[in-house]
């Protein structure tokens, strides 16, 4: 079965500074993708990134990276330069590459950036 | 990438009447899907919104209670039937082309007095 895992429930970051969100999984499935979601106090879900399990190179989309280490089961989020706009709840997920595609989700990060 | 219009953006209802949530996509997709998040938790998988035929529930979710159409590749809904204070929840309506990028709409939240 897939898990994944988030074990910091909450996180402060200084404006501008940079910050790392943990998230570790679990899965049996040779082929599966990690996704990263935002969601501001709106409750609207905001795809950030996508890693898949057979890509070479961490991803990255603007201040958005992804700490991809596949031996050690871990797909950390890294944000750049924090912004006040960037105060919300972090969520990882998996999604297995079968047909299904279904994404399963952890528990969340609420990240605050203290200006 | 798709953008998904979802409605109503929020309701109140009464106990033991229904919601039905649509869910609008902008292009033809290949999964669409229904999750539920309850009051300060993660997003549950309610159920795989297939065109054309039934949809796939996930454990713990059944037809009777949540069902769900899809008449075509770019529109479903999710009905919530028979409303009990504890259906209160967020749910979002997700969708995409399978693999790197699956999106969400903005979510229902709804109240159930």
Partial sequence: ?115 | SAVISQKPSRDICQRGTSLTIQCQVDSQVTMMFWYRQQPGQSLTLIATANQGSEATYESGFVIDKFPISRPNLTFSTLTVSNLSPEDSSIYLCSAGQGGEKLFFGSGTQLSVL
Avoid: H
Avoid at chain 1, 16 to 26: G, M
Avoid at chain 1, 41 to 47: L, T
Avoid at chain 1, 48 to 61: F, K, P, R, V, W
Avoid at chain 1, 73 to 93: E, P, T
């Fill in chain 1, 1 to 115: 079965a897939q898990k994944i895992t988030q074990t910091q429930p909450g996180m402060f970051v200084q404006e501008k500074e940079a910050v790392t969100l943990d998230c570790t999984y679990d899965t049996s499935d040779p082929s599966y993708g990690l996704f990263w979601y935002k969601q501001p106090s709106s409750g609207e879900m905001i795809f950030l990134i996508y890693q898949g399990s057979y890509d070479q190179q961490n991803a990255t989309e603007g201040r958005y990276s992804l700490n991809f280490q596949k031996a050690r089961k871990s797909a950390n989020l890294v944000i750049s330069a924090s912004q006040l706009g960037d105060s919300a709840m972090y969520f990882c997920a998996m999604s297995a590459m079968d047909s299904s595609y279904k994404l399963i989700f952890g528990s969340g990060t609420r990240l605050l950036v203290r200006p």
